[in-house]
């Protein structure tokens, strides 16, 4: 029963359609947070996204998708706006040593792509090369939880998910961007929670060092007001 429903073609219609309007509005809170200064973006995860996502596109074009292309098509439209923000933003220009890395490898993989002319390997290189930028982002975003905006990933993670509904068929080509965008927003809300957490662990040991650190400052003071020295 489930099975003929999720293949009726209105259920799909919907989904695909569903997908496209919720990953528009990923975009929004994280474009507001940015000019607001809150979100601070890791640049080279952008770039890396901006570009791979359209690899993604043109081979999910070829491939044939039809109802999770709306998908496609909002992802790299809003990766690219963001990645523009980023860069404006930004005082830095120079990218840090491990982000140059990432580039490279993914300069690398989109040449290679172009020469071979293969449907599978781009939606691989896309995957493996979007998961290295992605990485990037979910070491930021543990170690300063609030420079992401946790409602744009989940956002992306839900609308992944209806992406994937949207198929209609165990079709692991057409299904492997959707999956991975979930597993990447997943991965990422994840980093959040556990940045949080250790923030607060830390605060939360925050006095007991201080008590520490005052109980010994006491007993360096009183030693050197007991010594033969301070004595004389």
Same mark, same amino acid.
Do not use: N
């Given at each position: 029963?489930?099975? =003929? ?6 259920? $799909? ?5 569903? #997908?496209? !309007? +919720?990953?528009?509005? /990923? ?25 791979l996502s359209a690899v993604s596109l043109l081979a999910q074009i070829y491939e044939g998708a039809d109802g999770s292309l709306g998908f ?12 523009? =923000? ?6 830095? $220009? ?5 982000? #140059?890395? !990432? +580039?490279?490898?993914? /300069? ?9 002319e293969s449907a599978v390997y781009s939606l691989f290189v896309t995957i493996s090369m979007s998961m290295m930028g992605g990485l990037l ?20 993670f839900v609308s992944a998910a209806l992406a994937v509904v949207a198929i209609g068929q165990a079709d692991w080509l057409l299904m492997a ?6 597993? +990447? ?48």
């Amino acid at each position: 029963m489930l099975q =003929l429903l999720a293949q009726h073609p209105d259920v $799909l219609h919907r989904a695909g359609l569903a #997908s496209a !309007v +919720l990953s528009i509005y /990923a975009f929004w809170p994280y474009i507001s947070d940015i000019l607001a200064g809150r979100t601070r973006p890791e640049r080279a995860s952008w770039l890396i996204w901006a570009l791979l996502s359209a690899v993604s596109l043109l081979a999910q074009i070829y491939e044939g998708a039809d109802g999770s292309l709306g998908f496609a098509v909002t992802q790299t439209l809003g990766t690219v706006v963001i990645c523009g =923000l980023t860069f404006w933003k930004t005082t830095q $220009l120079r990218f840090k040593t491990e982000d #140059s890395q !990432v +580039l490279t490898a993914t /300069a690398v993989g989109i040449w290679l792509w172009a020469e071979m002319e293969s449907a599978v390997y781009s939606l691989f290189v896309t995957i493996s090369m979007s998961m290295m930028g992605g990485l990037l982002t979910m070491k930021k975003a543990f170690l300063d939880p609030t420079s992401e905006t946790w409602a744009t990933w989940a956002a992306f993670f839900v609308s992944a998910a209806l992406a994937v509904v949207a198929i209609g068929q165990a079709d692991w080509l057409l299904m492997a961007y959707p999956l991975y965008v979930m597993a +990447l927003s997943g991965g990422i809300m994840a980093a959040m929670g556990l940045g949080h957490l250790r923030v607060a662990r830390r605060q939360a040991d925050a006095p007991q060092e201080q008590r520490h650190q005052r109980l010994t400052l006491s007993v360096m003071s009183f030693q050197r007001a007991g010594s033969p020295t301070a004595s004389e």
